[in-house]
């Protein structure tokens, strides 16, 4: 070794070993689990409460004499997940096609089933109140052969005898505001709001109507929040602690103690909220509507009846809308034309028209599309006719853009219904 190079290393310090007093390092990790617990603790809590309640000794899917007073208990995992039977008419209907006046709505339906009142849930509502009579939907085209681009939806001269709910009524007075007609393409941007507030109340009537007992998507936070502010400030001093220890002395045995710190910070803030649970009643309007849809999922032509057959199409195709089985109901309407009676099931389906699109260039209903299909060049058969259907309602979900507009869109931004702040 060169004199020169024993210079140099002479002026390098010592390597100094990092230190740890074992009993400072047991005292630090049993310290450093408390967090962890307690955290954990919360996280358990959460998940109890936030499980659906259900009904006792009753049948999944119906209601007790009184339910008020009912015993009822916690659904083992969340939510129910037994087997459903199909049911045969949506929840609030005892058999196909009966008076609508009682029966739960699609867009009702749809939220209840996941909680989340997404744009198609809107969508099936608007469909839903054209198919009741409220207005009808004119498929626009310029020429013939295009494919529909636009719609027109026109308030009908006459309306039903029925009171709309309250978003319901608020689609309809911001539709139209005192004009007889309009076109989707004329609410781009401007009627973002307006779905968000028909978003909110479909919230607010599955809260009123006991399905759920606060807002589905609640953050139910208020626990984690107030962990949060504690945990945040003693990590942060923990975290100078253990940091400070090590730069002057190289002992290190504090740190079990940030560490448990950061793990219960972590698990509080991705786990410390709890789903909001539905209530007995809420469980029972569920099942319900998973049976209906199971109905609507497996209906096979041959195997309905004729008030069914009649009912799928006077009605149904709003659920199937909101249940996202558009493509089995062209299955079934392709099924359906080839019977002879074919016509006994169209009367009434006057909500939809492909305008201009007749054989004399005359506007044409679906009721009359589906009775005249050998007459329509443009269309390959009957299942094709909801075409048009389901580019509507993909057309009213665009409508649901929230840009421009505050908050994350999930229903309690501007909402004042339980557990929508935090």
Not at 87 to 92: L, S, W
């Amino acid at each position: 070794m060169t004199d020169a190079t024993a210079a140099v290393l002479a002026h390098v310090p010592a390597h100094v070993p990092a230190l740890v007093d074992r009993d400072t390092l047991v005292g630090a990790s049993a310290l450093g689990l408390v967090p962890v617990a307690l955290a954990a603790l919360v996280v358990l809590v959460k998940w109890w409460r936030g499980r659906d309640e259900v009904f006792v000794d009753v049948t999944p899917g119906l209601l007790p004499a009184d339910p008020a007073r009912a015993p009822r208990r916690r659904v083992r995992g969340g939510q129910w997940s037994g087997t459903v039977a199909p049911a045969f008419a949506p929840p609030g209907a005892t058999r196909p096609g009966e008076a609508r006046a009682g029966v739960v709505r699609p867009g009702v339906v749809g939220t209840v089933v996941d909680g989340v009142a997404d744009p198609h849930d809107v969508s099936a509502t608007l469909l839903d109140l054209a198919v009741r009579g409220w207005f009808r939907i004119v498929d626009v085209r310029e020429r013939e052969d295009e494919r529909p681009r636009d719609w027109e939806l026109r308030r009908s001269p006459s309306q039903p005898e029925e009171t709309p709910s309250a978003f319901e009524q608020l689609l309809l007075d911001r539709l139209f505001e005192g004009r007889d007609h309009v076109r989707l393409s004329e609410l781009r941007g401007s009627f973002a709001l307006t779905m968000r507030e028909a978003q909110i109340g479909l919230y607010r009537e599955v809260v009123d109507r006991g399905w759920y007992a606060r807002h589905p998507r609640a953050r139910n936070g208020r626990t984690r929040a107030a962990g949060l502010a504690v945990l945040v400030p003693l990590t942060l001093a923990a975290a100078v602690v253990v940091v400070t220890a090590f730069l002057d002395a190289h002992d290190w045995s504090l740190t079990p103690v940030l560490v448990g710190l950061l793990v219960a910070l972590v698990v509080l803030a991705r786990f410390g909220g709890a789903r909001t649970p539905r209530t007995a009643e809420g469980t029972a309007l569920r099942i319900q509507a998973l049976g209906f849809r199971e109905y609507l999922a497996t209906a096979e032509a041959d195997r309905l009846r004729f008030e069914e057959k009649r009912a799928l199409l006077t009605g149904y195709l709003p659920y199937a809308v909101a249940f996202g089985l558009t493509a089995h109901f062209a299955d079934l309407l392709r099924d359906l034309a080839k019977e002879s009676h074919w016509g006994d099931y169209v009367d009434g389906l006057d909500w939809y028209d492909f305008g201009g699109s007749g054989p004399d260039g005359a506007d044409l209903s679906l009721g009359d599309a589906l009775g005249d299909l050998g007459e329509l060049t443009w269309m390959a058969d009957a299942g094709d006719l909801l075409d048009g259907v389901d580019g509507f309602t993909d057309a009213t979900d665009s409508l649901f853009s929230w840009d421009g507009l505050p908050g994350c869109g999930d229903g309690c931004d501007g909402c004042d219904l339980p557990g929508c702040d935090l």
